[in-house]
């Protein structure tokens, strides 16, 4: 465990110089000798950005700012909670552990003005809110997270210089992104690169594919319906999801290798064919961190770059957005902790990391301009464009299922099993941890 404490003298006679107002209208801007405790998994260089990020907030209230990571995290702040000695805000990576922990009373809902503050405020605000809305000690859904620091995982990764040499443009639609499919094996060409080769969790990658087309052929709600087991996994909306999967991974013609190498391909080397000469595909559908396994020296926005993995016209269901991202809790109820919250709420707070690395922020408010770099900056665009938010629905199932029978299944699809089969197998080892 690291910890990091900042701290510093009560500045009110300072400028605010904030991108908002909400820290100075809270009542305990004076925070002169309070300690704030905050706990969460930022180690190395996102201890850096956080403690940079904080900082302003300590110049201007006074307040002393403790910061703790820990690669434990999850196991930590679930022990520091049963035993009484919470930190002030905890940060989690994931919205299930808060959800555990606000039912349990070990989180403290946020203001209600806070609450329209992230509606108004924030792109799909009020996906934002639901992501952060648990049911506490009493069975009543409260809001208790606030999101800071989201990842984009609809993402199609292709190389503008190839897509240029055949005459391509990015598609903007499904339909699109479907008839250049076509267009490229008419033109001799192989549209796509998938691998779900992952070691011990091979099968990963076919989940975020199905999660991406859930929210493409169906509302939010039977998304969030299908993630909590409300509907079965093997009902025909989910079966259609894993079909219209398999019309790019089941497709010889579509993907590299053909479908037998999909599950045989590791996620890790299957974008390296966008780089080959001629290219051995054209399109990669990644989350952001896939860059780090292109070629040495790739330079993205020129060897490579990315686009919106685009809706169904035809469904009108908007732009959603799979995706991640950390969020803040009150574990220990405090004025400063709240006004910690109300800081997060200023444009400040977002561009300070936004210009450093590995940030994006769905923030209306914020200057795109101050993201760190192009790629970074397009990301944000999307998550701004975003009409609706949702989190990678294997990590909020059970782990026998989101990181067991779901991956499982998804190998066995592509392999040849029929999409019926593989849902229901999946619903049934979800019948069996009930």
């Not at 300590?58 to 909670?81: C, H, L, M, P, R």
Request: glycine content about 12%; charged content about 20%; some cysteine.
């Amino acid at each position: 465990m690291q910890r990091i404490l900042i701290s510093g003298v009560s500045a009110l006679a300072l400028s605010l110089g904030m991108g908002g107002a909400a820290l100075a209208d809270n009542h305990s801007m004076d925070l002169s000798g309070e300690t704030i405790s905050v706990f969460g998994p930022w180690l190395g260089v996102d201890k850096e950005h956080i403690e940079a990020v904080l900082a302003p907030f300590v110049e201007k209230t006074g307040a002393n700012v403790e910061y703790s990571g820990s690669d434990s995290f999850e196991q930590q702040i679930v022990i520091d909670v049963q035993a009484g000695s919470a930190p002030n805000i905890a940060i989690f990576p994931q919205p299930g552990l808060a959800a555990d922990l606000a039912s349990k009373g070990g989180l403290a809902p946020l203001e209600a003005d806070t609450t329209e503050w992230v509606k108004e405020n924030y792109a799909a605000g009020q996906s934002w809110v639901d992501l952060g809305s648990y049911a506490g000690p009493d069975g009543n859904k409260n809001h208790y997270g606030f999101f800071y620091k989201v990842d984009v995982k609809s993402l199609v990764w292709y190389s503008p210089d190839n897509f240029a040499d055949m005459g391509y443009e990015v598609p903007e639609t499904m339909e699109e992104l479907l008839a250049l499919s076509d267009q490229i094996v008419a033109d001799g060409g192989t549209p796509w690169c998938i691998g779900l080769g992952s070691g011990g969790a091979t099968g990963w990658p076919a989940t975020d594919w199905v999660e991406d087309i859930m929210l493409r052929t169906q509302s939010p709600e039977v998304y969030d319906q299908w993630v909590s087991n409300e509907i079965p996994f093997d009902d025909p909306r989910v079966v259609e999801a894993i079909e219209t999967f398999g019309t790019f991974a089941r497709n010889d013609d579509w993907v590299d290798g053909g479908s037998a190498a999909v599950s045989a391909t590791d996620f890790r080397d299957s974008p390296k064919g966008l780089f080959e000469v001629p290219p051995k595909c054209y399109m990669h559908r990644q989350a952001s961190f896939i860059p780090s396994f292109f070629p040495e020296g790739t330079e993205l926005g020129t060897d490579a770059d990315f686009f919106y993995f685009p809706a169904f016209e035809s469904k009108d269901l908007g732009k959603p957005v799979l995706g991640a991202g950390t969020l803040f809790g009150i574990t220990n109820d405090s004025k400063g902790a709240r006004a910690l919250i109300d800081y997060l709420q200023t444009t400040e707070a977002h561009e300070i990391w936004m210009a450093r690395a590995g940030f994006l922020t769905p923030h209306k408010g914020v200057d795109t301009s101050k993201y760190a770099n192009d790629t970074l900056r397009g990301q944000g665009d999307i998550l701004l464009n975003a009409t609706t938010f949702r989190f990678d629905g294997s990590d909020l199932m059970p782990g026998a299922v989101g990181a067991g029978s779901f991956w499982t299944g998804m190998v066995d699809y592509a392999g040849g099993k029929p999409a019926e089969e593989v849902a229901a197998e999946i619903q049934s080892s979800w019948d069996a941890i009930k």
